[in-house]
């Protein structure tokens, strides 16, 4: 029901655009979240949008590591919700997975729907 897209390999300091795309459902009832996870780490909640339909609409969220180089969004008339990464560091590389609910998850990533991940490698 979540698509995940857009990861690849960037050097540091490059940038990418990740995309998450809802099949059966319309993102802008949710909402999305991303998180990602490296080899041998805990998953962690990276990013969220909230609900178009909560009284917080519109309210985003970034975790520290992220804060002033990734931009979350949606574009409502693609179903679709994007991950603007730039200033890339080889610590931002995980699988990047989104993720959908009622309410963002901050801290313990509980959401219901959750898409396959994308990989993004950032390396010289």
């Known amino acids: 029901q979540l698509q995940a897209s857009g990861g690849g390999l960037v050097q540091p300091g490059g940038s990418l655009r990740l995309s998450c795309e809802g099949s059966?459902?319309?993102?802008?009832?949710?909402?999305v979240g991303w998180v990602r996870q490296a080899p041998g780490k805990e998953r962690e909640g990276v990013s969220c949008i909230s609900s178009e339909d909560s009284n917080d609409e519109g309210v985003v969220y970034y975790a520290n590591s992220v804060k002033d180089r990734f931009t979350i969004s949606r574009d409502s008339a693609k179903n679709l919700v994007y991950l603007q990464m730039d200033s890339l560091k080889p610590e931002d590389a995980a699988v990047y997975f989104c993720?959908?609910?009622?309410?963002?998850?901050?801290?313990?990533?509980?959401?219901?729907?959750w898409g396959k991940g994308t990989l993004v490698t950032v390396s010289s």
């Open positions: 993720a959908a609910d009622s309410f963002c998850s901050i801290g313990t990533n509980e959401y219901d729907y």
């Open positions: 059966g459902l319309i993102l802008d009832d949710y909402a």
